[in-house]
């Protein structure tokens, strides 16, 4: 047969994906992202959203999703800066720079988009960009998309000794909160460092706002810093916010670059603005979440004690992402499906996501879960064949 044009390309492609049992496959959930979701003809407690605060289906969060249809339409109609910027999105970008102490605010469509517009307008062709090993994809892809030197450190000594190598200038990059293991970047050291060095530090909180820090102001606040003109503070609207997209913030003039320059800013649709109406009342739920935090991090509380308890290996993490280690990717996965078959859903994050030897299941709290679903997940650990740990 003359055929599929794309055939030899995509056999192959395939093939090597299964052989390395990497298949995935999308589910179709029928429920609001709430604890308790419908999947097919299952009814699962799921430990898997990015959805912190339980703000996805806040009943005001969704009202005023609602209402921002009914005043703005469906769709922003047009980019930016062509007459897409409604006063939903300027009132919720001066609300964020408001919110995190930085001059200005800038929305994005999403948080990957923000991410190549960033190192694509500050760093220049072939400049330096230090990145954690362990930084999202959307950071390293934005790194190629600059056509930047990249080089990629396992720790702050890492990172020292390239900075030292390299002499001064670049951009130092780090996830907040780092989504595979919780644990949060050393800001203060990284601040310190980019300072020293004249150059300027990327911060990606995706997993931080809303929820680490004072107010939910995510990984500086909770270190103690206040807003630096060193520090360029990127964060999405659709993890602890509960809505969609993404902003930067920042100084003035860095805001301004990528409004004059930034692709993924200037050639692109802006968001809907019933999406920023919505995602600003999710940002003064985030302000007086202080209730809603301190459920989130009694349910982490008792779930790293109810799991120390059980023998199981923990990573070090104080955020709602939990690392539960198991090594082997056949054993993460088998533990995976025994939760399912009790009801829970717990993914299975196996090599090349994560290092090899260190296939986990990942468990991401909310302020939405009771403490007895909690309870739930440690009785099905502890129920594991051949033991919990
Ligand atoms: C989720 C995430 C992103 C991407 O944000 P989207 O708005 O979903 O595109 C970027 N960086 C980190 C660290 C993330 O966790």
Not at 14 to 24: G, I, K, N, P, S
Not at 127 to 139: I, K, M, P, T, Y
Not at 167 to 179: A, E, N, R
Not at 361 to 383: E, F, Q, T
Request: a positive charge.
């Amino acid at each position: 047969m003359v055929g599929n044009p794309f055939a030899s390309l995509l056999e192959p492609l395939f093939a090597r994906v299964r052989a390395q049992d990497l298949w995935r496959r999308r589910e179709i959930r029928t429920s609001p992202q709430t604890p308790v979701i419908q999947v097919g003809d299952k009814t699962l407690l799921s430990f898997a959203s990015n959805d912190y605060l339980g703000l996805a289906n806040d009943p005001a969060v969704v009202e005023a999703m609602c209402a921002g249809a009914r005043r703005y339409g469906a769709g922003a109609g047009a980019s930016h800066l062509l007459g897409g910027h409604t006063s939903a999105h300027h009132e919720l970008e001066d609300a964020l720079a408001a919110f995190t102490g930085a001059p200005r605010a800038l929305l994005f469509s999403t948080g990957y988009m923000a991410n190549l517009a960033l190192l694509t307008t500050l760093c220049p062709r072939h400049g330096r960009v230090f990145e954690d090993r362990r930084n999202h994809a959307s950071l390293l892809d934005a790194a190629s998309l600059a056509h930047a030197r990249r080089q990629r450190y396992r720790d702050v000594e890492g990172l020292r000794a390239a900075l030292a190598a390299a002499g001064p200038g670049g951009l130092i990059v780090s996830d907040g909160v780092f989504s595979m293991d919780g644990d949060m970047a050393c800001v203060p050291t990284l601040l310190a460092l980019a300072k020293a060095q004249g150059a300027g530090l990327i911060l990606d909180d995706a997993h931080a706002f809303g929820v680490v820090g004072p107010g939910g102001r995510g990984t500086p606040a909770a270190h103690g810093l206040n807003y630096d003109p060193a520090l360029i503070h990127m964060g999405t609207l659709g993890k602890a916010f509960g809505v969609f997209g993404a902003f930067v913030a920042a100084d003035g003039d860095v805001i301004e670059a990528l409004i004059q320059r930034a692709r993924p800013y200037i050639y692109t649709t802006a968001l809907p603005p019933a999406l920023a109406a919505s995602a600003k009342v999710a940002l003064d739920l985030v302000i007086a979440g202080d209730e809603r935090r301190a459920a989130l991090f009694d349910r982490v509380l008792r779930f790293r004690e109810g799991a120390v308890a059980l023998g199981l290996r923990l990573l070090p993490s104080s955020t709602p992402i939990q690392a539960v280690v198991f090594g082997e990717a056949a054993r993460a996965i088998a533990a995976s499906s025994h939760l399912r078959d009790r009801g829970l859903y717990v993914p299975a994050i196996r090599p090349p996501t994560v290092p090899q030897g260190s296939a986990r299941l990942r468990v991401a709290l909310s302020a939405a879960h009771g403490a007895g679903d909690v309870d739930r997940l440690l009785d099905a650990l502890a129920s594991l064949p051949g033991g919990p740990a």
